[in-house]
């Protein structure tokens, strides 16, 4: 069994182009069926982080390709616009 706090320590590495994302923020949770839904990474951003918010990254659990010891191995084909809910547009 792995923790939380254990995860919030791993690199997450996307295997498309081989960038570290970071680290997982935050957690989402399907109570109702007891699965995990999706990891919340912080925003990419440097210099626009100082003129607007970033948006966090969220990675749907159909996207992790392997939860190792060190890091957490993502494919995700595109992060130029990540957005926490779809908004229909």
Do not use: C
């Not at 069994?1 to 182009?17: E, F, T, Y």
């Not at 191995?73 to 908004?87: C, D």
């Amino acid at each position: 069994m792995v923790k939380v706090s254990d995860l919030k320590v791993r690199d997450v590495i996307n295997i498309a182009d081989g960038k570290s994302l970071g680290f997982i923020k935050d957690i989402e949770l399907d109570l109702e069926n007891g699965r995990v839904k999706a990891l919340v990474l912080p925003g990419t951003g440097k210099l626009r982080a100082f003129f607007r918010r970033n948006e966090d990254m969220v990675i749907g659990w159909e996207n992790i390709v392997k939860i190792g010891v060190d890091v957490i191995l993502v494919e995700v084909q595109s992060f130029t616009s990540p957005k926490h809910e779809e908004k229909g547009y």
